[in-house]
């Protein structure tokens, strides 16, 4: 597998999706709301992007969203720009009645944010949530690696300090500085002030409505300092801590029916995203966007 390119797929309606289309009307009679999911492989080196903005209101514009909106978000993360077009694609959609998500097992980085951008998070136990700093996304031997950008830039922080304290030898640290290009770090920098921003204000216009934004910064450190809270990017927040930090999160019984329902549609889902080629899907009941991967 030396090279991964990808091709869109307006539409399909598949056998895949006709077994599916039944969970997705039994959790729409359950919760009373349309169900639309966004599923990004964690298997294939892809993230969230602003084209997945287009795959996403298409299939808005087919349904009636007039009850409001369940998106049923499975994904790595990826861009927070795009993060915060989805959140608004959503909200605008769904309007007064407002969208929620349900998160059948992680939902990180990225896409973290578009769960602090709703007006309700439904989990289970062992879902997970992840810090919103943005990854990098790289392919290397057939590996998909993600660096956390908040990592990048304390690392090369740390490095510069050592170099500028140390009564030493420079030589080392200099040696290991040039891996870096320090107009990169401040781009970083850049991306990680925009997510924050972003996330903070998702929040103060919804869950966190009345709180200013210092006060928002307070509750939800857990999501935006990993080496205080969670320690590494990659390490799960669960659904307690959710809810310890005031944010509107409701917690399923992983044995309950609507949960069994929910976790089933994950498994189909998860399976059509990471092992048929495919690396994103977006759909409903009744349409199926996906994006598939040629692999050369």
Same mark, same amino acid.
């Given at each position: 597998m030396d090279k991964l390119t990808f091709q869109k797929i307006a539409e399909e309606r598949n056998q895949d999706h006709s077994t599916r289309k039944d969970l997705y009307e039994k959790i729409e009679a359950k919760l009373g709301k349309p169900v639309v999911a966004f599923f990004t492989s964690f298997v294939y080196p892809v993230s969230i992007e602003s !084209?997945?903005?287009?795959?996403?209101?298409?299939?808005?514009?087919? =349904? @009636?969203? !007039?009850? /409001?909106? =369940?998106?049923? +978000? @499975? !994904?790595?993360? /990826?861009?927070? +720009?795009?993060?915060e077009g989805i959140i608004n694609i959503c909200r605008t959609y769904s309007g007064t009645k407002g969208y929620e998500v349900i998160v059948p097992n992680k939902a990180k980085s990225a896409a973290t944010m578009i769960?602090? /951008?709703?007006?309700? =998070? =439904?989990? !289970?136990p062992t879902s997970e949530l992840g810090s919103v700093d943005p990854q990098r996304v790289e392919r290397e031997e057939n590996k998909t690696r993600w660096f956390s950008i908040f990592n990048l830039i304390r690392s090369y922080e740390k490095l510069f300090k050592e170099a500028i304290t140390t009564q030493g030898r420079l030589e080392p640290f200099m040696q290991q500085l040039s891996f870096y290009d320090p107009r990169e770090i401040e781009e970083l920098k850049a991306v990680l002030s925009l997510s924050e921003d972003i996330t903070i204000k998702a929040l103060k216009t919804r869950m966190f409505e009345g709180f200013t934004e210092e006060q928002i910064k307070e509750k939800i450190k857990k999501f935006l300092i990993p080496e205080e809270s969670v320690k590494i990017h990659g390490r799960a927040i669960y659904a307690d801590d959710v809810k310890k930090c005031g944010l509107n999160v409701d917690i399923l019984d992983p044995k309950d029916e609507i949960w069994c329902i929910i976790y089933e549609l994950y498994t189909r889902l998860n399976g059509f995203v990471s092992f048929q080629n495919i690396v994103k899907c977006v759909e409903s009941k009744e349409y199926s966007f996906h994006a598939s991967a040629l692999l050369k």
């Open positions: !084209s997945d903005e287009d795959m996403i209101e298409a299939v808005f514009q087919k =349904i @009636n969203l !007039s009850k /409001g909106l =369940i998106l049923l +978000l @499975n !994904s790595p993360g /990826g861009d927070a +720009l795009a993060a769960c602090l /951008g709703a007006d309700k =998070i =439904i989990m !289970s």
